[in-house]
């Protein structure tokens, strides 16, 4: 049903992120999960164009729908607290999986690209995590720039991510690399 959808993403638009709560920014400017998602999907376009420009074989458009439909569980689940994701992944997976299913049993599109969010076993997807990672990094040194010094903590553990990914295969490693070089000087 549409209204589920709609409703969803009504609630993305007005759920902050938890993790800049938590270090001190204010609900007033804290970053949406819809806006979040909106930025990740738009880096993960540019990803996939300087990428097929490279001449990797890469669906431009479905990395950047997979990174706009990342979060979407999220208006059922809420935004988990990285702490809680670590204690309680298995449950945060199955939360999430379960929210997608009962959102998206009407378009089994938007729920194979979900799926392939969580596996990660395609170009388009690890595009769209890579473009996730580098979408907070960006606004955690925008809130670092602001005066929400906690917010590093943020930017350190998307810098070690996104470096860390480099070694998962080499996939992960041109895409990672891919974005160092458009996105430095933000880095």
């Known amino acids: 049903m549409v209204s589920k959808l709609i409703e969803c993403v009504f609630s ?4 902050v992120r938890t993790g800049w709560m938590q270090r001190g920014v204010p609900p007033s400017i804290g970053e949406s999960v819809a806006d979040h998602s909106f ?3 738009v880096i993960a376009g540019i990803l996939a164009y300087e990428l097929e420009k490279k001449g990797v074989k890469v669906e431009v458009l479905k990395s950047m729908c ?33 929210a997608c299913k009962d959102l998206l049993e009407d378009y089994p599109g938007f729920l194979q690209l979900y799926r392939e969010w969580v596996m990660q076993n395609t170009i388009e997807a690890k595009i769209a995590k890579v473009a996730e990672k580098l979408s907070t990094l960006l606004q955690a040194k925008e809130y670092v ?12 553990s998307m810098r070690s991510d996104l470096l860390g990914m480099q070694k998962k295969d080499k996939e992960y490693n041109i895409i990672v690399k891919t974005a160092i070089d458009i996105f430095r000087e933000y880095l």
């Open 145 to 156: 720039r602001l005066g929400f010094d906690r917010a590093s903590q943020i930017a350190e």
């Open 66 to 98: 997979i990174a706009l439909l990342h979060d979407l569980p999220e208006c059922l689940t809420g935004d988990i607290p990285y702490y809680t994701q670590r204690v309680a992944a298995k449950s945060k997976h199955d939360a999430e999986n379960r």
């Open 12 to 15: 993305l638009k007005n759920l």
């Open 39 to 41: 930025e990740a999907s």
